[in-house]
């Protein structure tokens, strides 16, 4: 074999090696909750070198693990949070930049909620903006959707807003329906809210939420029963 194309067919081996794993790899091991998979993934990974979407989703992983890991999980979202503050100096126009930002601050909440007065303002304010510079990223619309809609600092009509547009944008998102049935059922409006808990039922969703869907479903199981009592009593 020639000298150059052995040199070539060793970078090739090495690009492989190197990333033997992708940012699908990564989304579907935090979608099945696999803390052993998540942590492999990542001390495989080379940081720098990732695209700025896979450096994001680097830094949500660590942020996934604090929020239902086991084990000592602290340092994870002390990276998670290093790693934010890194982008966010890197590439302060990015959306999914501030959604990664605003979901660890608000994963810092969800642990205890004494940190939401002290973190509500920073989440609101990266949320956002993950909207301003992503208006047509599903994600960014239902994270501005759900904190309008399940927070006391919310307001009604932005969560119909946002989560109609998320709804919009990917329909296959278990989750976005649940979130429309919370809203409906909140404005009194029974027959959406049975609606839209019924289509959380009937949509498979997508592979990288596995957790999340089967959580969405149950969801929408109980709910729907509730929701369907409340209207035949009327």
């Not at 007065?117 to 994600?139: D, Q």
């Not at 309008?148 to 989560?163: D, I, V, Y």
């Not at 609606?195 to 009937?202: C, I, Q, T």
């Not at 969405?216 to 009592?229: N, T």
């Amino acid at each position: 074999m020639p000298l150059r194309n052995l040199f070539f067919s060793f970078l090739l081996l090495v690009s492989l090696f190197t990333f033997s794993f992708n940012k699908l790899d990564l989304q579907i091991a935090v979608g099945e909750r696999d803390q052993t998979e998540v942590l492999n993934i990542l001390s495989s990974l080379d940081f720098n070198q990732l695209p700025i979407d896979f450096k994001c989703e680097v830094a949500i992983a660590y942020s996934e693990i604090f929020k239902w890991g086991e084990g000592k999980v602290d340092s994870y979202q002390e990276i998670a949070k290093s790693l934010i503050e890194e982008l966010l100096d890197s590439s302060p126009t990015y959306w999914k930049v501030h959604y990664a930002t605003a979901l660890t601050y608000a994963h810092y909440v969800e642990k205890n909620l004494l940190y939401a007065f002290l973190y509500y303002k920073k989440i609101f304010y990266h949320a956002n903006l993950a909207v301003k510079y992503g208006p047509n990223e599903y994600l960014a619309h239902l994270f501005v959707g759900v904190l309008n809609l399940e927070t006391p600092f919310g307001k009604l009509s932005l969560a119909r807003e946002h989560l109609l547009k998320a709804l919009e944008l990917n329909p296959n998102h278990v989750y976005t329906y649940v979130e429309l049935g919370k809203y409906f059922e909140k404005v009194n409006d029974c027959k959406k809210a049975i609606e839209m808990y019924k289509s959380a039922l009937k949509v498979e969703g997508e592979i990288i939420w596995k957790f999340i869907n089967e959580e969405a479903k149950q969801i929408a199981r109980e709910k729907l029963s509730e929701v369907e009592k409340k209207c035949t009593k009327k």
